[in-house]
């Protein structure tokens, strides 16, 4: 296996999280598929706020820009909030920039209140792609409540989900290594 990195985000601050477990799912399957995978909650790094000046300064930037970078492929596991990724989510992207994102792949996981938000990852996939020339997979996994079960399972459905973009990220990542 080549040295490619990847890394799972875990961008909601909440306890209980669906789309947690949604990211815990793709962490699974990209262990299974035996790539070097590391695990970030936003829950365990708790950053400045971007202010677009002294906030690039902060010491707890610093280590966490160091860890983004080093991996080539991410998946982005987050809440959709008013028809968009949450604010945690964001402020990570506008606090790492071109840096982190520049030619790397992403995968999104969204987990949501209902069908109705299912286009909202569009936004924030276009301004990565057009700010960073980030490779957006084009496969991602949205759910909803009735996508799990009373003990927060995933459906198997959604499971199949997870393995098309775990593998399509992979697949991508690699290629555009072409090593
Ligand atoms: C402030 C806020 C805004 C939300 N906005 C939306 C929305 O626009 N569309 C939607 O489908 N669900 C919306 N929801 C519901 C969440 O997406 C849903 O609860 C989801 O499970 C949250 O992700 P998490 O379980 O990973 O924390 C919103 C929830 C909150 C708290």
């Known amino acids: 296996m080549s040295s490619t990195k990847y890394i799972v985000l875990s961008a909601s601050l909440r306890e209980g999280s669906r789309s947690r477990i949604l ?11 035996g790539v070097d ?34 991996a080539q492929g991410y998946i982005l596991a987050t809440p959709i909030y008013n028809y968009d990724v949450n604010a945690a989510l964001k402020n990570v992207i506008e606090l790492t920039g ?32 057009l700010d960073f020339r980030t490779f957006i997979v084009p496969r ?11 003990q927060d399972q995933a459906s198997e459905t959604i499971g199949e989900r997870l393995d098309g973009v775990c593998s399509e990220l992979v697949r991508v990542t690699e290629a555009l290594k072409g090593d």
Not at 140 to 150: C, K, L, N, P, S
């Open 23 to 33: 990211a815990q799912g793709a962490l699974d399957r990209l262990k299974s598929a």
């Open 140 to 150: 991602f996994v949205y759910a909803t409540g009735e996508d799990f079960d009373e």
């Open 98 to 129: 071109r840096d982190v994102w520049t030619e790397k792949v992403v995968g999104f996981l969204c987990a949501a209140g209902g069908q109705g938000s299912y286009m909202s990852v569009s936004s924030i996939a276009a301004s990565l792609m």
């Open 37 to 70: 995978v590391e695990w970030i909650d936003l829950v365990d790094h708790p950053l400045p706020q971007c202010d677009g000046g002294a906030c690039y300064g902060d010491p707890r930037l610093h280590e966490f820009k160091t860890k983004m970078e080093a």
